[in-house]
């Protein structure tokens, strides 16, 4: 998923984008302060199918944003008749609230929130418009009518970057990787651990340092915990934010940075590969389904076969970064084999965690063969109790405290 505590400053300076059917669009500043917190709400066109999506950070953020924006392109272009607007920089909680309450008074039918924060918000205000739908990324909630939970399985791919980012480790005679997470919510430790999982299976020795950065998209913060891993003594950081801050930090240290949500983020000599979404498929999927009355919102999570999850440098069509082109053959061909196996759903986030798996303080979490349950992989057994394992431990090999959790 995805995100906490934005700025409200920023509310206030957003930027509000209404595309046309053909794919024009203008470009509208903030309004003054009104019931949406301060933002201009976009209109609906009559006599169209209304889709509005809110994103927590700049649609062109070269991270998770650009790609949902990008999704919604696509899905503009390949669902008939719509109408598509999205507001930019919208912060979690009582604003967003006020946003999505907002979006669905102006008539729009089906609303995205791109966000984990939006989740509850969400929530309340699918409560009070019972004939529009929205679907939450992230998160782990539904009403099962006109309030679904979307979001797909990066462990996957988290996975194989990891099992990179060992055997660059390895070769570079530096066995220490860094993750540069955000919030401390299930999504951000099941992808930290699914990274660290994979790299044990390239470099046993592997260890892995964590800075916790409380923001989804700040460039100075993201390079400044990008530098303090490497300064640390990291090889190679992982990011779970927004921008490709850590392949620029990489770049000036001489160091690996893998970057993440978006498909153009790894630019730099220095980006050992990119973990990106394909959100337009998915979207249009989504959309249809709504338009039609087929689509039941509830919980859709998608594996690497839909075609949604990528890994740079591997996926058809792509060459392989400089950083991972020279790793020994047999760990490419590691990362090969699964990658076909995910790609024919024959491996997927449940063989992910898959024991047998010890924690960091040499606990079983899994013992050999059993698998996690979506429950366990979405939330901490410490916010519900109906959860048998959770989320809250980290992986043999990760040097890291566990963080201090809050609801």
Not at 6 to 32: D, E, H, I, K, R
Not at 61 to 70: F, L, N, V
Not at 205 to 230: Q, Y
Not at 346 to 351: A, L, M, P, S
Request: aromatic letters at 10%; hydrophobic letters at 40%; glycine letters at 12%.
């Amino acid at each position: 998923m995805k995100k906490q505590m934005m700025n409200l400053a920023l509310l206030a300076m957003a930027l509000v984008l209404v595309l046309s059917a053909c794919g024009g669009g203008t470009a509208a500043t903030a309004a003054p302060a009104d019931n949406s917190g301060g933002l201009q709400i976009p209109e609906v066109q009559e006599g169209k199918y209304n889709v509005a999506m809110v994103l927590i950070g700049p649609h062109d953020d070269g991270g998770w944003s650009q790609a949902h924006y990008e999704g919604l392109l696509y899905l503009e272009k390949n669902v008939p008749n719509v109408h598509v607007a999205y507001i930019e920089n919208v912060p979690e909680g009582a604003d967003s609230e006020q946003v999505f309450r907002s979006l669905a008074r102006k008539g729009f039918k089906l609303i995205f929130g791109t966000s984990f924060g939006y989740m509850d918000p969400m929530e309340t205000v699918a409560g009070e418009f019972p004939d529009s739908t929205f679907i939450h990324i992230s998160g782990y909630k539904t009403n099962g009518k006109n309030f679904g939970n979307l979001f797909g399985a990066m462990e996957d791919m988290k996975y194989l970057a990891g099992m990179l980012a060992g055997s660059r480790a390895k070769v570079d005679g530096n066995p220490k990787l860094g993750y540069m997470a955000t919030f401390p919510i299930p999504e951000e430790l099941r992808l930290g651990n699914a990274f660290m999982l994979g790299a044990r299976q390239t470099c046993p020795e592997c260890t892995m340092d964590v800075r916790w950065i409380n923001t989804w998209h700040d460039p100075v913060a993201e390079k400044e915990g990008a530098a303090s891993l490497f300064d640390a003594g990291a090889q190679v950081v992982l990011t779970g934010a927004d921008t490709p801050a850590v392949a620029d930090v990489a770049q000036e240290k001489g160091k690996w940075g893998i970057t993440y949500d978006y498909v153009g983020s790894c630019k730099v000599e220095r980006c050992l590969t990119t973990i990106y979404w394909n959100w337009g498929p998915i979207y249009t999927k989504v959309a249809n389904g709504v338009a039609d009355g087929t689509y039941v919102p509830g919980f859709d999570y998608f594996d690497a076969d839909s075609g949604s999850l990528g890994l740079f440098g591997f996926m058809e069509g792509q060459t392989m970064t400089s950083g991972t082109a020279d790793l020994p053959a047999a760990d490419i061909q590691l990362v090969k084999d699964t990658l076909a196996k995910m790609l024919s759903g024959e491996f997927t986030r449940f063989d992910v965690f898959k024991g047998p798996i010890s924690d960091n303080k040499g606990n079983v979490v899994l013992a050999d063969g059993v698998s996690l349950e979506q429950l366990d992989l979405d939330q901490f057994k410490e916010w519900n109790p109906d959860v048998k394992i959770g989320m809250y431990w980290w992986a043999e090999g990760v040097t890291a405290e566990l963080p201090s959790l809050s609801q």
